[in-house]
C-alpha cells in the first residue's frame, strides 16, 4: 500500500512535469497554458489506460464474480488516490490560465481563483472527492474480500478516457475538422456508452447469474451502500453522455456550407 502510494504520488506529477518540459522543447512557440492544457490530457490518457488494463485483467482472472480475488483490484485503487489528487490540482492549473486568457485577475493558488474553480468545475471535482472520500474506504474495507470482480469492472470505465482526450486534443491542435476528428467522436459515444453506462446494467446481470436470481432482485440482494456508491457513480455518467451526444449531433449535423463559414 504505502509503497503503491508513494510511486504513484511521484509518478503522475513527474510525468506532467516531464511533458510540459518536453513540449518546450518540441513546441517552443507554445504557450504555458497550452503546454499545461496538453501534458494534462497526456497522463490522463497514461493513468486511463493503466487503469483499463488492471480492470481487464482483473475482470478477466475472477470467474467467481462475488469470491475471486484478484491483487490488482485492491492495489491499483492505492494508484488512483494520488492520481486523483493531483488532477485536482492540474485541473485548478487549466482554470487558472484560462481565466488568465479571458483577462479574468486573479492572484494563483488565491481564495477567488479557487472559489472560481470550484464554482466552474464543481462536477468534476465533486466526482474526484467522491472516489477519494467514498469510494475508497468502500473498495479497500467496507466490502472485505468480496467483489474484485466488480471493481475491475470499475477500471473498465477508464477506456473512453483515452478517446476523450485525445478529442480534446484535437481541438487544441485545431483539428477538429479532420476525418480523424470524426472517428474519435464516435469512438467517444461508443465506448463511453458501453464502458460508463452498460457498465452497471452488465455488473448487476453478472451478479443476478452468479447467485442464480433474476437481475430486478439484485438491488434487494446486494448491501445498500453498493447500489447508493453504483447511483452515485453512473449520475454524473447520463450528464456527461448527454453533453457528449449533444456535442455529437453539431458536429456531425453541420453542413458542408456551415463548416466553410
Not at 38 to 59: D, E, F, H, K, N
Not at 117 to 135: A, D, P, S, W, Y
Not at 187 to 211: G, K, N, S, W
Not at 212 to 226: A, K, S, T, W
Request: net charge positive; aromatic share 14%; glycine share 4%.
Amino acid at each position: 500500500m504505502w509503497q503503491t502510494l508513494a510511486i504513484a504520488s511521484a509518478f503522475f506529477p513527474g510525468l506532467f512535469a516531464f511533458c510540459i518540459r518536453a513540449l518546450r522543447w518540441a513546441a517552443p512557440g507554445w504557450s504555458l497554458k497550452d503546454r499545461i492544457l496538453l501534458s494534462g490530457r497526456l497522463v490522463s490518457t497514461v493513468q486511463a489506460t493503466m487503469a483499463t488494463v488492471s480492470g481487464i485483467m482483473v475482470v478477466l482472472n475472477c470467474k467467481d464474480v462475488v469470491h475471486d480475488r484478484h491483487w490488482l483490484a485492491v492495489e491499483y485503487i492505492w494508484v488512483l488516490v494520488p492520481y486523483m489528487t493531483y488532477d485536482i490540482y492540474v485541473m485548478y492549473l487549466c482554470h487558472w490560465h484560462k481565466s488568465q486568457d479571458r483577462g479574468v485577475v486573479e492572484k494563483k493558488h488565491s481564495l477567488a481563483s479557487v472559489w472560481s474553480f470550484l464554482l466552474q468545475e464543481r462536477l468534476m471535482v465533486t466526482h474526484h472527492l467522491f472516489i477519494l472520500i467514498v469510494l475508497t474506504p468502500i473498495t479497500q474495507h467496507f466490502r472485505g474480500e468480496l467483489g474484485d470482480f466488480f471493481v475491475g469492472c470499475i477500471f473498465i470505465a477508464e477506456l473512453s478516457t483515452p478517446f476523450v482526450s485525445l478529442g480534446k486534443i484535437l481541438m487544441q491542435l485545431k483539428m477538429q475538422d479532420t476525418l480523424l476528428h470524426k472517428v474519435n467522436g464516435i469512438l467517444i459515444l461508443v465506448t463511453f456508452f458501453l464502458c460508463r453506462i452498460l457498465l452497471f446494467p452488465f455488473m448487476y446481470a453478472a451478479y443476478a447469474r452468479q447467485v442464480g436470481i433474476p437481475i430486478y432482485m439484485v438491488p434487494f440482494r446486494i448491501p445498500l451502500h453498493c447500489n447508493i456508491a453504483n447511483a452515485s457513480l453512473i449520475a454524473p455518467q447520463l450528464y456527461w453522455f448527454r453533453l457528449i451526444c449533444h456535442k455529437a449531433a453539431r458536429l456531425y449535423g453541420r453542413s458542408p456550407a456551415d463548416k466553410s463559414r
